[in-house]
């Protein structure tokens, strides 16, 4: 047996846009109210295998209603993609739903953006281990940013991005706007996208999902304090934080909050930091959209709607556009 192999394409290396750092965003965020850490510093490690259980609590219904949507719309979604499709996938992924796609549409090449080198370049050759037959590409890059694919993809038949789990979510609605014009530029006329929303709905529904009982989604977002602990030398506590996650409806949003339990002061490097008690550090949102108001913000990004689906319930959604 051969090594796998794969084509490595790194749009960072002579970047000068070097991201954030989990200090600069700390400082940043923390300096004065309203405080703030940014949801990207979620997925070290054990951020990324919490993120992994929460997929699995019950309450958290994204995932597998998603891959359900994916597997019942399969063939109608070959349809669509026809034979020659490059499959992008926006944020390269361990995650089941792009094997679901790769397997079933048996597209000629994969390519993978993520911005962590790392783990791009262990998710793609996982993933070209086991599907002997793809023709499958790394491309280190921010996809949040304008990109243009190195030429030898900007010619392939049909790409197509796949965004899925709601990751469009993170964004506000303006921001998101943006990143999509950015993919649609980055597509070539007849590209398509294929993206995962999750859907406005009972707030019930919605805030059990980001309050699972057994208490996932709270170690998840006090994971941010044992990295400022552990990886900046802050003297915090994470059993200080309480973990608050509620729906705002006028916004239609999940906010993610940690509150502080107690008047507590903490360095950041040189800078002392005073949180008083009830004091919260806006941690994420998560948007959530209507069908009408999606199809509105991808139209704006210039892709025209092709189909979507849902679960039967509405929960969550599933568009393919094409620019
Ligand atoms: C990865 C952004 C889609 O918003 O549901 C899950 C992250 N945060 N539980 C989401 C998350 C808390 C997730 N996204």
Request: hydrophobic share 40%.
């Amino acid at each position: 047996a051969s090594a796998s192999h794969i084509h490595f394409h790194d749009l960072l290396a002579d970047s000068h846009t070097a991201t954030s750092s989990l200090l600069e965003d700390a400082l940043q965020g923390l300096s004065e109210p309203p405080r703030t850490l940014p949801p990207k510093h979620f997925y070290d490690q054990r951020g990324s295998e919490l993120f992994d259980r929460i997929c699995e609590q019950p309450e958290y219904y994204p995932t597998r209603t998603e891959e359900s949507i994916l597997e019942q719309a399969l063939p109608t979604i070959a349809k669509h993609l026809g034979q020659e499709t490059t499959l992008i996938e926006l944020g390269s992924g361990a995650s089941r739903k792009i094997r679901l796609l790769l397997n079933a549409l048996r597209p000629q090449r994969y390519v993978g953006i993520d911005i962590s080198r790392d783990f791009l370049i262990d998710s793609t050759e996982q993933l070209a281990a086991d599907h002997p037959w793809l023709d499958v590409h790394a491309l280190c890059a921010d996809f949040t940013t304008p990109l243009t694919l190195p030429a030898q993809l900007a010619n392939s038949e049909r790409p197509v991005a796949f965004f899925p789990g709601s990751s469009i979510g993170n964004f506000a609605p303006d921001e998101a706007s943006v990143m999509l014009g950015h993919l649609r530029n980055m597509l070539p006329v007849g590209g398509g996208l294929l993206i995962g929303v999750d859907m406005i709905k009972s707030p019930a529904i919605l805030e059990a999902a980001y309050n699972d009982a057994a208490g996932v989604t709270a170690e998840f977002n006090r994971n941010l304090i044992c990295r400022l602990r552990d990886e900046l030398g802050a003297e915090i506590d994470p059993a200080d934080f309480d973990h608050r996650a509620f729906y705002n409806s006028d916004v239609c949003r999940i906010e993610m909050h940690l509150v502080s339990r107690r008047d507590q002061r903490f360095m950041l490097g040189e800078t002392p930091i005073a949180l008083q008690q009830g004091e919260s550090i806006h941690t994420e949102d998560s948007w959530k959209y209507s069908d009408a108001s999606f199809e509105e913000m991808a139209g704006q990004a210039g892709f025209a709607p092709v189909e979507s689906w849902h679960d039967p319930e509405g929960l969550f959604g599933v568009y393919y556009f094409t620019r």
